[in-house]
Structure formats: structure tokens, C-alpha cells
């Protein structure tokens, strides 16, 4: 079966043709789109390093909210930039926290039953410091203290489903968050929320734009000793079989355009919903690119999320959402 017989290139002749044999396609509601509510009114304030992608207060959230209901995307996911920060991150598990006002705005609302309401379980945003955990002071070093941490991750994680959060998804990678979650909303009533937990998670340059974003960029070192090492696609699947045994209902894999190897590896290996994150830094350099000419505005944000979909993930966190949304409809 050699040319001229097999001639690949039948196929390829029509956009009809090309739309019946494509093996990967793309849905507004395999798409969700991240918020960062912060406190105020009437407060849109645009994120330098991306364009498009804003602080917005709670009424302004709602109007996004809407924005992507009518869309059709499929949920949003919450950060939050409190009033003030601390060293116990007080505000991330504070019963009146910005995002668990911001949550409970947002169940009132119409668009609320058309989108999954993800909440991100993390400190960073929280902390004085902007470290994803508690850090303990030994004498020159600064250690992230685990199981410190993983108190306040678990009593974070209930506040929010408490507000309203469909879905808790902790971003912090410490040892042992996902048990202490499931533990934690068991026992104060919420054994239906599920648990989607960044997994394999990164330590990574293309989280700079976000840490402009969430005004949660580390005040001394970095996140070394907590996120995983790029280098490393075993220890990813370690990762993920922990969580899982946990009790993870659902995964996340970030970031996604570099580690598309990791998507697929993880695809291959278990058997749950599989989600990736386009983080920042994709969505800051594309824009850039966009902003010079250089790149084709709509082709290459839809191919950047066709290869993260090809590669394995059921669905895709990204600041795209709406736009892709807009050009799938
Ligand atoms: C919180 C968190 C981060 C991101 C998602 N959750 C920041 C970080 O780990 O530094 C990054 C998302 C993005 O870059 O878009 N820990």
C-alpha cells in the first residue's frame, strides 16, 4: 500500500473533508476560565503582562460570570487578592475571605447553574510572604513547613465549599493536602465536593505573569522545595498515584504547552478526568506575539489548545476561554 495508492492528501482537500476525519476537537465546555476577585466596587483594574485578563471585584466577577455562562464554558476558577495578608494566611480560610464572598455572590446567580465553580485551595495568595505554606524561621533558612500547612489548606478547602465551591482544587503541592481535605469536608458535611488536585505541578518560569496577578510572588527564595523539579516525568506520575490514593476525584497538570509529554504519560496511566492548565506565562507570551504581528491571533491560540486537548486533557483552565468560547460557538 505505497504511493500512488495511499495518498494521504485525499483527505485533506476540503474543509468538509479535513472537519470528517479530524480526531481531536474543541468545546466551549471543556473549557474553564480563572477569575482573581479582588475587594472593592466596580473594579476591573487589567493585568499588565496580560492583556484582557483582569482583578475584578465581585460585581464585576459576576459580569464575567455571565459572559461565560451565555458562552457556554464550562466552569471558572477562583483565586482571590485579599484586604491584607499575614503569616497564617487568615484570609484564605477566613469565613468572609474574598473569594468566599465572592462564591457566594456567584451562587445566587443565574450563570452560577450553567458553570462548575472551582475554587483553587492555596495559601500564596494569603501569606505576607507569598510562599504556598507556613514558613518556620531556622536561624538563616526558611523552611515550608508540610503538615503546618496542610492544617490550614484542609480548613481553607471547607470554608470554601461552605461558600459554595462545586469544586476544591488545591494548588499548594505539600505532602498529604489531599487526604487532610477529604478528611476535613467529610467530617464538616461536604462528602459530595469533590477534590480536583493540581497534581503535577511544576515549579515553573511561566507562573510569573499570575504572581503579578495574584500580587503572590515569594518575598525570599522560590518554590523549589514544594513544586516539582521540570525534569521529572516519573516523579510526576508519583504525584499523581499519591493523590489519587487520597482520594483526588479529578486531576489538573501544569503547566501545559511545556509538559505536553506529561499530559499524555498521565493520560496512559490512569483512568480519571484529566485536566491541564495553560498558565499565564503561555497566555502572556502569545499575547506578546499577538501584540507584534508575529503571530496569528486566533490559529494560534487554537492550535495551543488543540495540542493540550491531543495530548490528553479532557479539559483546559485557560484565560483563552472566552475567546476560544466566542470563535467555537
Ligand atoms: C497558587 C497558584 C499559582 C498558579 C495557580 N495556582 C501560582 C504559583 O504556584 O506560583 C499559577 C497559574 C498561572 O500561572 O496562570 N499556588
Known amino acids: 500500500m505505497e504511493y500512488p495508492v495511499t495518498r494521504l492528501r485525499r483527505l485533506r482537500r476540503t474543509e468538509a473533508m479535513r472537519n470528517l476525519v479530524r480526531e481531536t476537537h474543541l468545546e466551549p ?24 485578563v483582569f482583578n475584578l471585584s465581585v460585581d464585576e466577577a459576576l459580569k464575567e460570570a455571565e459572559a461565560a455562562a451565555l458562552l457556554g464554558i464550562g466552569g471558572l476558577l477562583l483565586f482571590g487578592l485579599p484586604e491584607s495578608k499575614d503569616e497564617q494566611a487568615t484570609g484564605a480560610w477566613d469565613e468572609d475571605g474574598i473569594v468566599q464572598r465572592g462564591l457566594r455572590a456567584l451562587k445566587q446567580s443565574s450563570a452560577a447553574k450553567k458553570l462548575v465553580l472551582i475554587a483553587d485551595v492555596c495559601l500564596c495568595e494569603y501569606t505576607s510572604h507569598g510562599h504556598c505554606g507556613i514558613v518556620k524561621q531556622d536561624g538563616d533558612d526558611n523552611e515550608i513547613e508540610n503538615d503546618t ?8 478547602a471547607a470554608s470554601l465549599a461552605r461558600a459554595g465551591a462545586d469544586i476544591v482544587a488545591p494548588s499548594d503541592m505539600m505532602d498529604g493536602r489531599v487526604a487532610a481535605i477529604r ?7 461536604y462528602d459530595q465536593t469533590p477534590i480536583l488536585s493540581y497534581a503535577s505541578k511544576f515549579a515553573s518560569a511561566f507562573y510569573g505573569p499570575f504572581r503579578e496577578a495574584a500580587d503572590s510572588a515569594p ?26 490514593g487520597e482520594g483526588a476525584d479529578m486531576i489538573l497538570m501544569k503547566p ?9 504519560a498521565a493520560r496512559e496511566r490512569f483512568d480519571v478526568p484529566i485536566g491541564a492548565y495553560q498558565v499565564s506565562g503561555e497566555y502572556s507570551m502569545l499575547q506578546a506575539a499577538f501584540a507584534k504581528g508575529w503571530l496569528d491571533r486566533e490559529r494560534a491560540m487554537m492550535e495551543s489548545l488543540l495540542s ?22
Open 183 to 189: 478528611d476535613e469536608l467529610d467530617e464538616v458535611g
Open 256 to 264: 501545559a504547552l511545556p509538559y505536553l509529554d506529561v499530559i499524555r
Open 149 to 156: 500547612s496542610v492544617r490550614l489548606l484542609a480548613r481553607t
Open 219 to 244: 518575598q525570599f527564595g522560590d518554590r523549589r522545595s514544594y513544586q516539582m523539579d521540570g525534569a521529572n516525568l516519573r516523579e510526576a506520575m508519583r504525584e499523581i498515584d499519591l493523590d489519587l
Open 308 to 329: 493540550i486537548r491531543r495530548a490528553g486533557a479532557g479539559f483546559i483552565v485557560t484565560y483563552f476561554a472566552k475567546d476560544a468560547a466566542k470563535l467555537l460557538a
Open 29 to 52: 465546555g471543556a473549557l474553564i476560565y480563572p477569575l482573581f476577585i479582588c475587594p472593592g466596587e466596580g473594579i476591573r483594574k487589567e493585568i499588565a503582562p496580560m492583556p484582557g
